[in-house]
């Protein structure tokens, strides 16, 4: 008798596995502080740690390695049922939401990625204080390492993609090491930071939420008679705004800027769910439907991301620029919030709402719900990811350009 598993039960094997352990990790509770879902995220960083080895030698096929593939097709799979529930959730009340606080949604996106740029810079700097003078120093691989940093304390493969592309061919794997090494804070810290933040600032929970739902009461477009459902769920209209969605998102702009599947399928899902119907035709699926995919697709994105960082960050670490990463990461968002708070007046929900957008941070949006209790607050992250994604693709190319 023999055992032996294909590549492909092996990635399911590991994906059940690790999404089983996770969310057992998500339960534990400290002081009133879990990671939740995010426990899955973990765990699969872990799992890429120990085990990326022997999960990259189950994809060799003709001596090609196609895990990176393998992994990259489950997190944007789950990314998509994310993003488009989301959206859907959101959008009979995002429209309202845009048109009241649209400018200062702009401005703390700038905010938050500029600041993540000094940011870089201070360390671009420190850095070459630190290694000038040590055998073989680089200042143009050092440059190329932070801007990765950024790109993955922003949590931003566009960053990353349009990073890569723009340094020479010698130094595209320096801004890999440094987007695996701040890919792994990028996440928990701003994770931690939404869940945080309520508790350091007392804030009553039920009455921000009101707030967020006074300010943004906002309602399908009602149509008087049967609507056409296209099956019992609505998972016809789901799947629509979905391929819609990356198709959009497949488009490029001036050769280098397109808003990526996450921006696409969250904006024709935010159609969708604003307008509730075309004619008879209903765009709506159910709210547990929505719900059921919002966690779904939230937990295989993570596992999809954890097990690729959690194998880049074992292979690249290095202290000093993890605690580059660090920087990159809290600043933005300890500036972000204090502009939002003391500038903008925005109230507490629509803040960290704002910050998970600027941050480009899917994860953090997914606890944020959580924390919240609504899908309210993803008004806020659609509002100000937009904005971040163009902010951070020109902000990385700049360094590049400049140091």
Same mark, same amino acid.
């Given at each position: 008798?023999?055992?032996?598993?294909?590549?492909?039960?092996?990635l399911?094997?590991s994906v059940?596995?690790?999404a089983?352990?996770?969310y057992?990790?998500?339960?534990i509770?400290?002081k %009133?502080?879990?990671?939740?879902?995010?426990?899955? @995220?973990v765990?699969? $960083? /872990?799992y890429? #740690?120990f085990? *990326?080895?022997h999960f990259?030698s189950?994809?060799?096929?003709?001596?090609?390695?196609?895990?990176?593939?393998?992994l990259?097709?489950?997190?944007?799979?789950?990314?998509?049922?994310?993003?488009?529930?989301?959206?859907?959730i959101a959008?009979p009340?995002?429209?309202?939401?845009m048109?009241?606080?649209?400018k200062?949604?702009?401005?703390?996106?700038?905010v938050?990625i500029?600041? %993540?740029g000094?940011?870089?810079v201070?360390c671009i @700097?420190?850095?070459? $204080? /630190?290694?000038s #003078?040590?055998? *073989?120093?680089?200042?143009?691989q050092?440059?190329?390492i932070?801007?990765?940093?950024?790109s993955?304390a922003?949590?931003?493969?566009?960053?990353?993609?349009?990073?890569k592309e723009?340094?020479?061919?010698?130094?595209?794997?320096?801004v890999?090491?440094g987007y695996?090494?701040?890919?792994?804070?990028g996440?928990?810290?701003?994770?931690?930071?939404?869940?945080?933040?309520?508790?350091?600032?007392?804030?009553?929970?039920?009455?921000?939420?009101?707030?967020?739902?006074?300010?943004?009461t906002?309602?399908?477009a009602?149509f008087?008679g049967?609507?056409?459902?296209?099956?019992?769920?609505?998972?016809?209209?789901?799947?629509?705004?979905a391929?819609?969605?990356?198709?959009l998102?497949?488009?490029?702009l001036?050769?280098?800027?397109?808003?990526?599947?996450?921006?696409g399928?969250?904006?024709?899902?935010?159609?969708?769910?604003h307008?509730?119907h075309?004619?008879?035709a209903d765009?709506?699926?159910?709210?547990k439907?929505?719900?059921t995919?919002?966690?779904?697709?939230?937990m295989?994105?993570l596992?999809?991301?954890?097990?690729?960082?959690?194998?880049?960050?074992?292979?690249?670490f290095?202290?000093i620029?993890?605690?580059?990463?660090?920087v990159?990461?809290?600043l933005p968002m300890?500036?972000g919030?204090?502009?939002?708070?003391?500038v903008?007046?925005l109230?507490?929900?629509?803040?960290l709402?704002?910050?998970t957008?600027?941050?480009t941070?899917?994860?953090?949006?997914?606890?944020?719900i959580?924390?919240?209790?609504?899908?309210?607050?993803?008004?806020?992250?659609?509002?100000t990811?937009?904005i971040a994604?163009?902010?951070v693709?020109?902000v990385?190319?700049?360094?590049?350009r400049?140091?």
């Amino acid at each position: 008798m023999s055992f032996s598993i294909n590549a492909a039960s092996f990635l399911m094997l590991s994906v059940f596995a690790i999404a089983a352990f996770g969310y057992i990790l998500g339960r534990i509770t400290i002081k %009133g502080i879990s990671l939740g879902t995010e426990g899955v @995220f973990v765990i699969a $960083l /872990i799992y890429g #740690g120990f085990f *990326g080895v022997h999960f990259n030698s189950k994809f060799v096929i003709e001596e090609v390695n196609y895990a990176s593939q393998a992994l990259k097709i489950v997190e944007n799979l789950g990314l998509v049922f994310f993003v488009t529930s989301v959206g859907f959730i959101a959008g009979p009340n995002f429209f309202k939401n845009m048109k009241k606080n649209f400018k200062s949604y702009v401005l703390l996106g700038f905010v938050i990625i500029l600041s %993540g740029g000094l940011a870089a810079v201070l360390c671009i @700097f420190v850095g070459r $204080l /630190i290694e000038s #003078g040590t055998p *073989g120093y680089d200042p143009k691989q050092l440059t190329a390492i932070v801007t990765g940093l950024l790109s993955g304390a922003l949590t931003s493969t566009p960053a990353f993609s349009a990073t890569k592309e723009a340094v020479s061919a010698q130094y595209q794997d320096a801004v890999t090491v440094g987007y695996g090494i701040a890919y792994l804070f990028g996440v928990i810290g701003v994770v931690l930071f939404v869940q945080l933040m309520p508790r350091i600032v007392h804030a009553d929970m039920a009455e921000e939420v009101r707030k967020i739902t006074h300010v943004e009461t906002g309602d399908v477009a009602k149509f008087k008679g049967r609507l056409l459902e296209f099956d019992d769920f609505g998972f016809t209209p789901f799947a629509v705004a979905a391929v819609l969605g990356i198709l959009l998102g497949s488009v490029k702009l001036f050769n280098f800027f397109s808003l990526t599947t996450t921006g696409g399928t969250l904006l024709i899902s935010l159609v969708f769910g604003h307008f509730g119907h075309v004619g008879r035709a209903d765009l709506m699926p159910s709210k547990k439907v929505l719900e059921t995919f919002r966690e779904l697709g939230l937990m295989v994105f993570l596992i999809g991301a954890g097990v690729s960082g959690g194998m880049s960050f074992v292979r690249y670490f290095k202290p000093i620029y993890f605690v580059y990463g660090v920087v990159m990461t809290l600043l933005p968002m300890i500036l972000g919030y204090l502009v939002a708070k003391f500038v903008l007046k925005l109230n507490l929900l629509n803040i960290l709402g704002s910050i998970t957008g600027g941050m480009t941070s899917t994860p953090a949006l997914g606890t944020l719900i959580h924390v919240a209790g609504t899908s309210n607050v993803a008004s806020a992250y659609a509002a100000t990811y937009p904005i971040a994604l163009i902010a951070v693709v020109l902000v990385t190319q700049l360094l590049v350009r400049v140091f």
